[in-house]
């Protein structure tokens, strides 16, 4: 009888860009692009973190592979979509969690989707430039309708992250406005209330730059019964594409996750 390889699925796929597999990893990392973005940045990150790490990272609607596909405007719809493509991809192996900005929430609501509905947990939460959700010191967002180009251009640069050379680029540039315009929508739609009790169990580490302009990381530490660990990096709010940054990252998350995985024996 032939089987079928549920991870490998066409929609799996299309919402989970896996470039570097690994079947004998022993953990699967999954991570979450920040506004603007797509899934090339992290998927990246397969072919040089651990071994013992196999590295999906999220593709969004309306982006990539997923042009066509219309923007979603919710978060907890994003969470759905991505719970159901994740389940086959994690029924084997344990995981954790890596969102940078935007996709810190996204990856957030995501694991209390598969709490809630699959009772799944990942292994670690890995929370990048992001204050804590139910904050009353979140950053204001503008209304999009009321961005002109330059103003656009000036949040791809520093909330998108977008490099300069993308920018000058009028096609590029063109590509990348819709994106952000769309995730800059969805996160003025996201709001959380303080929790009455934590929501989590396992540990959550924060990581953020210097310079950044973020405040209440502390605060991430309602959302769970594990302890919070905050770790401050050189740099701004993309501190993390320092080589040197990106490096003690993918390192600290390998050794955190098997340290954890010790632990749990």
Request: include cysteine; glycine fraction near 6%.
């Amino acid at each position: 009888m032939e089987t079928r390889d549920l991870t490998r699925s066409p929609r799996n796929e299309e919402v989970l860009n896996c470039l570097y597999q690994r079947p004998g990893a022993v953990f699967k990392l999954i991570c979450f692009p920040w506004a603007g973005s797509g899934s090339i940045y992290f998927a990246r990150w397969g072919q040089t973190i651990n071994g013992l790490l196999e590295v999906h990272s999220v593709r969004l609607a309306g982006r990539e592979s997923r042009l066509q596909e219309p923007f979603a405007n919710d978060i907890c719809q994003i969470a759905d979509e991505i719970a159901s493509a994740l389940l086959p991809v994690i029924q084997d192996k344990p995981f954790a969690f890596f969102g940078h900005s935007v996709g810190s929430y996204i990856a957030f609501m995501t694991a209390l989707y598969l709490k809630e509905k699959h009772k799944l947990e990942p292994l670690h939460l890995f929370i990048s430039s992001a204050t804590a959700p139910h904050s009353t010191s979140q950053l204001q967002i503008p209304e999009v309708d009321g961005l002109s180009e330059e103003q656009v251009q000036s949040y791809l640069q520093h909330f998108g992250g977008t490099p300069k050379h993308v920018i000058k680029d009028k096609e590029a540039l063109q590509q990348c406005i819709p994106i952000l315009k769309a995730d800059i929508t969805l996160l003025r739609n996201f709001s959380f209330d303080t929790p009455s009790k934590p929501l989590l169990s396992w540990d959550i580490t924060c990581f953020y730059g210097s310079e950044d302009v973020i405040k209440n990381i502390e605060g991430w530490k309602d959302v769970t019964s594990g302890k919070l660990d905050v770790h401050i990096l050189p740099g701004d709010h993309f501190y993390l594409m320092e080589p040197n940054n990106e490096a003690f990252i993918k390192n600290y998350i390998s050794k955190c996750l098997e340290l954890t995985s010790l632990a749990s024996y």
